[in-house]
């Protein structure tokens, strides 16, 4: 029982060059004040060191913030980095500037929701809240 | 409250609280000749020049720079064919983070957000049928600038354009991007050293070049109030004069050239009195606080980006709007330059045609609306006045505030800026949430079923494979002896504190590419880290 009580724990992250990292932060603080245990990576992450701090940290949820365009590079390839490790019990969100034609692709390599430019904060909790497996 | 207003407090998208009227009492102790003066006179307050757009319009200049090199020259050219008067290069993240296009940490971002720029070859061609001395040219760079600088010259000399006939601007601030626009690379140290190396090699080499453009819009950009914005960017503006000054030069000197470059956002009259204030504050800075004798070092000149937050996904169409009135604000503002952006842009980078649109907006304020006509219209309104007041007020307490963290790279250190930008993020979200600030077809009038009906820019996805395979091609055919011997000067040269720039152009001329260059900086200076607060 202990386990199911304790908080959930999301990775937000940055991945790649990408610097634009105001969203990032304010879906981290979001997250923090919904009473979610937050990790922020901060910029400039490989996805080696991303898949690295989701099994380090152990977290339930992986909100990965794209701006720059790399979407389809680099969230497939932490994914497979994930699997390769044998997880695949964490929510991968996806959430910046991705355009409408690329959000199939990302679903079909395990993004579960893609939140575009305005989306609402409580929505974003409320996903997450709902799909988060729990252990 | 009053019971026949609509809400209880009236705030903008910077959360000032305005009240139903201004009346004299709120201008209290107010001037003409002191606090405005004419325009082209300190302080400056009606604008840098006595004509203003009488004179000559402000340069429209679109920021511009996707894919290949040939790709963006392409665009350069619709542009210049359209009217617009002056160029503004976009770079591609590795390009802005000094790594070439076949860097394993470049995969997927090879001209995505910019234009891919590896060596002197991809600059002959971004150039290529464009002569140097008819345009002006702004390139939005940094830690890389001092290279892009090197690269631009390079070209001019293949053209038999004279330096001194070489006009534009890199924008040069790394204290911006330590607070907000993040593309670093190197520590404050040397990377104010290769800043100041720039300042004095232009200052007597290149003098029409604008050395370093100090830059608002990206703190604004990160979440910042207008005042925020102001106050951050003018703090900047004073640690590189102290920089400068500390390096040996004259304040008079350097300061002429010195330019910023604010963002011009929703609230409309805020915005009219930030430029107002910004105008004012560095001339007061410059003329009382560091000595300045000549003017020219007195005038706060700007370029303006009107607001990439501010633009929606959804109903793209009324960001065309949006940025009418940014841009009409820019212009009552009086800023020299100015950009508009493309209602595609929540959504991509924008097409030929959204450009388009952009540009014509300008274009329509400059030849329709009558704004151009008169300088500094809104002066003497008690509102503008007032705000004006405010921000310089509120602008000087943000200084105090600096000055007791220890001044501006102290501040950065203790996270300050960061932590004051990313709170006023998270507040004005909060306020879009309760509904506070409403953003028309966001959390208001918003449309269930809408559909994207907007074609956008696509990119080819051949770009990276052929921009590695020129890049390669380069150092396969360069002179292998004369490029590893002016790496081998810059890293001694780097070592000592012998101007830099000329090293530079050795190793641009030798087709050296951008990551070589800055691959020897990366390993003799180490890279910056921040501790990232939200």
């Known amino acids: 029982m202990q386990k199911l009580e304790r908080k959930m724990r999301v990775l937000v992250a940055k991945l790649g060059l990408d610097a634009h990292d105001r969203g990032a932060k304010v879906v981290a603080r979001a997250y923090r004040d919904a009473g979610f245990e937050v990790i922020y990576t901060g910029i400039y992450q490989r996805p080696e ?22 979407h389809l590079t680099l969230i497939p390839q932490l994914i497979g980095l994930l699997a390769d490790q044998g997880v695949d019990d964490v929510l991968v969100l996806a959430g910046g500037v991705i355009p409408e034609d690329d959000v199939a692709a990302l679903r079909a390599a395990g993004v579960a929701e893609v939140f575009g430019p305005g989306s609402d904060l409580d929505e974003i909790i409320r996903f997450t809240t709902e799909h988060v497996q729990r252990a | 409250m009053p ?4 809400k209880a407090r009236f705030a903008g998208v910077s959360d000032r609280e305005v009240r139903r009227i201004y009346r004299p009492e709120d201008i209290q102790g107010f001037s003409y000749d002191r606090d405005l003066g004419e325009p082209g006179e300190y302080p400056y307050t009606r604008g840098v020049q006595k004509t203003m757009y009488r004179g000559k319009f402000w340069t429209m200049r679109q920021f511009a720079g996707f894919g290949t090199a040939e790709q963006t020259n392409q665009r350069f050219k619709y542009l210049l064919a359209q009217g617009q008067t002056g160029l503004s290069t976009a770079f591609d993240m590795p390009t802005l983070l000094g790594y070439d296009s076949d860097h394993p940490y470049a995969n997927g ?88 190396d720039v300042m004095a090699f232009t200052a007597s080499h290149v003098p029409k070049w604008n050395t370093i453009s100090i830059s608002g ?43 910023f470059f604010f963002d011009v956002h929703n609230d409309f009259f805020e915005e009219i009195a930030k430029f107002r204030a910004a105008r004012r ?65 929540a959504l ?41 007041n405010k921000l310089e007020e509120e602008t000087f307490a943000y200084f105090d505030r600096i000055a007791a963290q220890g001044g501006v790279v102290k501040a950065i250190e203790k996270n300050f800026f960061q932590q004051e930008i990313a709170d006023s993020a998270y507040r004005f979200q909060k306020r879009m949430m309760n509904g506070d600030y ?15 009906d907007t074609r956008l820019l696509k990119l080819d996805p051949e770009v990276q494979r052929r921009q590695i395979e020129r890049t390669r091609q380069v150092r396969a055919t360069r002179d292998a002896k004369r ?18 720039m000329p090293y530079i152009l050795d190793c641009v001329r030798a087709y050296c590419t951008e990551g070589e260059i800055s691959g020897v900086w990366r390993e003799l200076w180490g890279e910056y880290r921040e501790e990232s607060v939200y």
């Not at chain 2, 892009?148 to 038999?160: D, I, P, R, T």
């Not at chain 2, 590189?240 to 000197?253: H, I, K, P, Q, T």
């Open chain 1, 49 to 70: 060191q991303v898949a690295e701090a989701v099994i380090q940290e152990d977290v339930d949820v992986v909100a990965i913030s794209s701006l720059a365009g790399a």
């Open chain 2, 348 to 388: 991509a980078l924008p097409t030929e045609d959204a450009v388009t649109v952009a540009l014509r907006t300008q274009q329509i304020i400059a030849e329709e609306s009558g704004a151009a006509s008169v300088v500094d219209p809104l002066a003497g309104s008690y509102y503008v006045e007032h705000l004006t």
């Open chain 2, 3 to 6: 019971n026949d207003e609509r």
């Open chain 2, 483 to 500: 490029a590893a011997d002016a790496l081998f000067e810059l890293r001694r040269a780097s070592g000592t504190s012998e101007n830099l």
């Open chain 2, 217 to 259: 819009y990206h703190i604004r950009e990160a979440g910042a109030t207008a005042v925020q914005e102001l106050a951050f960017t003018l703090a900047d503006g004073m640690q590189y004069v102290e920089a400068a000054v500390a390096a040996g030069m004259d304040v008079d000197e350097f300061a002429p050239r010195l330019s």
């Open chain 2, 109 to 196: 971002e090879v001209g995505k957000l910019g234009v891919a720029i590896d060596s002197l070859k991809d600059f002959e061609i971004l150039f290529d049928g464009i002569p140097l001395d008819q345009v002006s040219t702004s390139m939005t760079i940094n830690p890389p600038a001092a290279i892009a600088l090197a690269m631009y010259l390079a070209v001019a000399e293949q053209q038999g354009v004279a330096w001194d006939k070489v006009a534009g601007t890199i924008q040069n601030d790394i204290l911006k991007d330590y607070i907000a626009q993040k593309t670093y690379i190197y520590p404050p140290t040397p990377s104010l050293r290769v800043i100041t």
């Open chain 2, 438 to 452: 409403r953003v028309v077809g966001v959390n208001a009038y918003a449309d269930p079923n809408e559909k994207l």
């Open chain 2, 281 to 345: 504050i560095w001339a007061k800075l410059m003329r009382e606080k560091y000595g300045a004798k000549n003017p020219r070092s007195w005038m706060l000149r700007t370029h303006a980006q009107t607001a990439g937050v501010s633009l929606t996904a959804q109903q793209p169409k009324n960001n065309i709007v949006r940025t009418t009135l940014q841009a009409l604000a820019a212009v009552l503002g009086g800023t020299q330059s100015l950009h508009t952006n493309s209602f595609d842009e």
